[in-house]
């Protein structure tokens, strides 16, 4: 089926972010064509967190590589002074049944090829397209799809679960989600901070307890500053601060923290590609609560944007096809995390059909076959990873003879 008739819209353009139903971020590890090669160039927790696995690339830093080096997730290493990580995208609700990551095995194989790094995956308790509880067949069916590409699993624990069902997502995936993200933009699902706190403080733990090996992190937020705020004369605390505020008072300290950022929403071209380097505002602006509400601690904590794209909107503007646009766009945005000290990123979406397939990295009308997104991001990848250039995927559009203005 396709999501026409049963997506939502976002909610308002002040808030330009997605809206529960949506889940977004995507392929880090992608993305416009042989093209774009030349042009691309160029917590109790926190002690638990020790980078390393995945195979380096020390050599020189690139010139977008942050200074210093950020924390790391475990499995995580550095590529010329560049997280593997914020190579991720997300697999969430499955709005094609017939047609997603768990049923065309060429998009399984064409992200194991291209070392995607990281991919949020979606374990809903209730399938939103159906409204039906979800089965363990088809969660087990949906992280078998997600561990076939060789990345880390990033398991996110949505808003509307019970917490028993939690539980039980966690030990039935114990060994297979590295990490686990505690509910979705719950600041979007209106869900109060003190609430929030409350399952955050008494929850981690017993998750922590069926699997000790597992990191835990939150809060999602729809953006850094989105709702329930206190404004004072020279400040504006909304529900991320509050929410990692209450985290340090809990005493549960979370193993990384996470927030989304589509910074766009129905508006010109132009206009949205000047926000593209506005990523790096709020991973520093993130990076400050965390030395505030945490000390030291604050400094090792990961920092994760689990969804990212240029706009909200279902389905994204026209422009956002445009190869050349959205090339320019993505390697904007994520060398602007980059340089600002994310520790890892997840695009959205993969393959699930998001914004009426706006969003996805691959189109699942063509068998996987990557959009430019996907090709701009993995050029990108080249130019840092120890993998050298990879083979240009099969793809679902014609490549432009050039792409000026390209970073």
């Not at 733990?205 to 709702?227: E, V």
């Amino acid at each position: 089926m396709t999501p026409a008739q049963t997506m939502p819209q976002k909610t308002s353009p002040k808030r330009r972010l997605t809206n529960w139903v949506r889940a977004r971020p995507i392929l880090a590890s992608l993305s416009v064509a042989v093209v774009l090669v030349a042009l691309v160039g160029g917590g109790a927790a926190v002690s638990r967190l020790v980078g390393g696995g995945d195979t380096p690339n020390p050599g020189p830093p690139a010139t977008w590589a942050p200074k210093p080096p950020p924390p790391l997730l475990p499995g995580e290493t550095l590529w010329h002074g560049i997280p593997s990580m914020l190579w991720g995208t997300n697999d969430t609700q499955n709005w094609d049944a017939e047609k997603n990551l768990i049923t065309i095995p060429a998009i399984q194989q064409q992200a194991k090829a291209d070392h995607l790094a990281l991919i949020r995956t979606w374990l809903f308790e209730t399938d939103l397209a159906t409204n039906q509880p979800v089965t363990d067949a088809y969660q087990r069916s949906k992280v078998q799809a997600a561990q076939n590409t060789g990345a880390k699993l990033l398991c996110e624990l949505p808003t509307r679960n019970s917490m028993a069902y939690d539980e039980h997502m966690v030990q039935l995936f114990a060994g297979k989600c590295s990490y686990y993200e505690f509910m979705n933009e719950p600041d979007n699902e209106q869900v109060p901070v003190a609430t929030y706190i409350q399952k955050w403080s008494s929850e981690i733990p017993k998750l922590r307890a069926i699997d000790p090996h597992a990191l835990f992190g939150g809060p999602a937020a729809t953006t850094p500053q989105y709702s329930q705020c206190t404004y004072g004369a020279d400040t504006t605390v909304c529900y991320m601060q509050k929410a990692l505020q209450g985290m340090a008072l809990s005493k549960v300290l979370p193993d990384f923290v996470t927030f989304h950022w589509y910074p766009c929403w129905q508006e010109s071209a132009d206009s949205c590609m000047a926000k593209a380097e506005s990523y790096g505002d709020q991973v520093t602006m993130v990076r400050g609560w965390l030395t505030q509400y945490f000390g030291a601690a604050g400094a090792r904590m990961p920092i994760g944007v689990t969804e990212w794209n240029a706009d909200p909107s279902a389905p994204m503007p026209d422009y956002t096809q445009d190869a050349c646009w959205i090339a320019q766009y993505s390697v904007t945005a994520l060398k602007s995390m980059a340089r600002a000290g994310a520790s890892f990123a997840n695009q959205f979406d993969l393959a699930n059909t998001g914004g009426y397939g706006t969003d996805d990295m691959v189109d699942v009308s063509k068998n996987g076959a990557a959009k430019p997104q996907y090709v701009a991001l993995l050029r990108l990848m080249e130019s840092v990873s120890p993998y050298g250039e990879l083979p240009t995927p099969p793809l679902a559009f014609t490549p432009p003879a050039n792409c000026p203005a390209l970073p």
